[in-house]
Structures are given as structure tokens and as C-alpha cells.
């Protein structure tokens, strides 16, 4: 969803946030510059993705549909397939402690051969978090982020852990 398709949803669903805070904190207010207007909206809480969803007739992916519309049946490590192609599939990373929101690519700037999913779905990974259905069941309720963000802290090179990261499993 670009910036430019959720302004739509803004004026004409006469759209208010419940939790104003943060709410298009990229964005000069409420009014979005025209130089994000083909970058993918951020700063959106999950009842404003649900919002705009619902909005245009749509819904949230769950978080299988996800995964299926990523990886297809072939058990591919990216959605373009099993080799690193970062550069050519994706942004390069953005170092800093601010907002990557005005870094973030146009959405169709991936967009040609060999870069996408088998359905066709392009940045699913490593350019920002993406909202997947909300779940529940007896004991949880949640809602997955998936993708992963280009974001990472200054002062941390590649490939090495923040400070406020939490180890990972063993390699």
C-alpha cells in the first residue's frame, strides 16, 4: 500500500486513528509529502491496516498466506529463490537511529524479472514489517509482523548483534 493510496483512504473514509500516537509519524502532520507519495505506508497500527482493508474490500493475509505468496511450493530461501540477490532484489540497509521512512524505495522500484515472487509479490523481505491477520485461539492472540525491515542501529556492522538485540539460535 503506497503513501499516496492510504491518503485516499484518509479523506474518503473520513478516517481517524484510535491511537493517534505515532500515526503516520512520517508524514508533516496529516498532510503527506508528494515525495513518498509510491513509497509503502508506515507508521500504521494494526487497526488502521484493518481499516483500509476493509475499506477497499480486502482483508489482511494471514500469516500462512503470507508465507504461501513469499516462498510458493518450492521451498525457496527468498521470494526470488534460493540465491543472495539483495542488491538487485532490494534496498540496501539504512544505518541510523532516526526513521527510515523516507528512505524506504517506491514500491514498484524491484519491480522487474527475477525479483519477485512466484506470484508475483514484490519487497517481501528486508525493506519493512508488514501486518499479517490477527489470531487467536484458547490461550493467544496476536498478530505476526513478516518481511523484516532494511532498518538497522548505527555503529553496529552487518552480520554483528545490537545491544538490544537478543541473541539468535546457533549457526
Excluded at 479523506?11 to 508524514?27: C, G, M, Q, T
Excluded at 497500527?45 to 480486502?58: E, I, M, P
Excluded at 540477490?85 to 527510515?100: I, L
Aim: net charge neutral; aromatic share 12%; charged share 20%.
Amino acid at each position: 500500500v503506497t503513501n499516496a493510496e492510504f491518503d485516499g483512504f484518509l479523506k474518503e473514509a473520513s478516517y481517524r486513528p484510535v491511537d493517534k500516537i505515532n500515526f503516520l509519524r512520517h508524514w508533516n502532520g496529516t498532510v503527506m509529502p508528494a515525495s513518498i507519495a509510491r513509497h509503502p505506508v508506515v507508521w500504521v497500527a494494526l487497526s488502521d491496516a484493518r481499516a483500509f482493508c476493509k475499506h477497499v474490500g480486502k482483508r489482511l493475509p494471514d500469516e500462512w498466506e503470507w508465507t504461501y505468496a513469499a516462498q510458493g511450493t518450492d521451498n525457496r530461501s527468498y521470494p526470488w529463490g534460493s540465491t543472495r540477490r539483495e542488491s538487485e532484489c532490494m534496498p540496501p540497509n539504512f544505518s541510523g537511529h532516526g526513521s527510515a521512512a523516507g528512505y524506504l524505495p517506491d514500491v514498484d522500484a524491484f519491480d522487474k524479472s527475477g525479483c519477485a515472487s512466484p506470484f508475483g509479490a514484490q519487497l517481501m523481505v528486508g525493506t519493512l514489517w508488514q501486518w499479517t491477520n490477527e489470531f487467536s485461539d484458547e490461550h493467544t492472540r496476536g498478530a505476526l509482523l513478516k518481511g523484516g525491515s532494511l532498518y538497522f542501529r548505527t555503529g553496529v556492522p552487518a552480520g554483528e548483534s545490537s545491544p538490544n538485540t537478543p541473541p539468535g539460535p546457533p549457526r
